[in-house]
Nanobody, 128 residues
Framework: QAQLVESGGGSVQAGGSLRLSCAASGNTYNSYSMAWFRQTPGKEREGVASIDITGGSTSYGASVKGRFTISRDNAKRTLYLQMNNLDPEDTAMYYC?????????????????????WGQGTQVTVSS
């Protein structure tokens, strides 16, 4: 099974920035679209951003569009999420995930049910 490990989370003041990374192991990473999700205790998991296999197409949730940027470096087998102008509403556990099936790209749709491999998460806390 694919192994995904997130890093880069932490505490930051409102208006600050963080860069999350997701390191993937195995040879299958480059065949899967990827996504970032986040979850606050008591709430459903929310799609944040997704990216296709090559990184040429991306999609964002409405609440983060214009502030967050998803990217990937296939040579390094690493997924990134640059988060700027952070707001306390962004406080959550952030997870990276790989699509259930290779070569699949859902476009604007970022749904947890479409992704079958998950990292352990990294906590992001934004103070006002």
């Amino acid at each position: 099974q694919a192994q995904l490990v997130e890093s880069g989370g932490g505490s930051v003041q409102a208006g600050g920035s963080l860069r999350l990374s997701c390191a993937a192991s195995g040879n299958t990473y480059n065949s899967y679209s990827m996504a970032w999700f986040r979850q606050t205790p008591g709430k459903e998991r929310e799609g944040v951003a997704s990216i296709d296999i090559t990184g040429g197409s991306t999609s964002y949730g409405a609440s983060v569009k214009g502030r967050f940027t998803i990217s990937r470096d296939n040579a390094k087998r690493t997924l990134y999420l640059q988060m700027n102008n952070l707001d306390p509403e962004d406080t959550a556990m952030y997870y990276c995930a790989a699509h259930r099936f290779p070569y699949q790209w859902n476009g604007r749709r970022i749904s947890p049910g479409d992704f079958g491999r998950w990292g352990q998460g990294t906590q992001v806390t934004v103070s006002s």
